[in-house]
């Protein structure tokens, strides 16, 4: 199977992932308290993506500008999360008063759908570039979809839309995820600026997104399991790389 093949598929499923999570919060009486580890160890996985991989891969396509994509990647996401949407979470979250705004709750979601997009720009510049890298973007990237999914539909619930909007709303970031693949197996050229944005995207997901809901929970066990998605990462680098 070719790379764009490849990257299609998995983006196709990292999409379904986002719609499992919102089904999470439109199912009633749903068990959730898990996800909460999937948010530590996601955070760990995704730091050694971007840093031990990412990065280097990034030098190596796009040189001395490297660094200022990576940059540039990761104030793309706090720009929308933070100066457009003014209100932004992504661990678990129930919104069980409704403070959050119909307005305030879309431009949530827009914030969450920039984001996914360049999910998808990851997984298909990795499989463009290599499929060991491919495949370990796209188990960071898995791993945050479900929290992901679980949040968009959540601040939705709490803006007063209706269970099948704030499912559709999931639906949306994952479409947006295919798109993001899309682009960079039809601009294939665009991977030597795709990679290094992509990176500083995944950087912030996992430390100004993840990390902060991880220190949010009390006791040691979840902070631990941040180590084990690192530890995961770099098993995988050693055995399969």
Known sequence: MNPITTSILLGIAAAAANGLGGAVVVQKEWERRY??????????????TALLEMLPESIQLAGPNAPLLLLGGYFIVHFFEHTVTGHFHFGEETHTEQFVRR????SVLLGLIIHTFFDGIAIASGFLI?????????????LHKVPEGFTASSVMLAGGSTRKAAWLASVALGV????????????????????????GVTLYVAASDLIPEVNKEPGVRIALVVFVGVGLFLLLRHWFH
């Open 35 to 48: 996800l909460r580890y999937f948010v530590a160890l996601g955070a760990g996985f995704m730091l050694g």
């Open 103 to 106: 307005r305030r709750s879309y």
């Open 130 to 142: 290599s499929g060991w890298l491919g495949w370990i973007i796209f188990l960071a990237v898995i």
């Open 176 to 199: 947006a995820t295919v798109i993001g693949v899309l682009t960079v197996t039809v601009f294939t050229r665009s991977i030597t600026d795709g990679l290094p944005l992509a990176a």
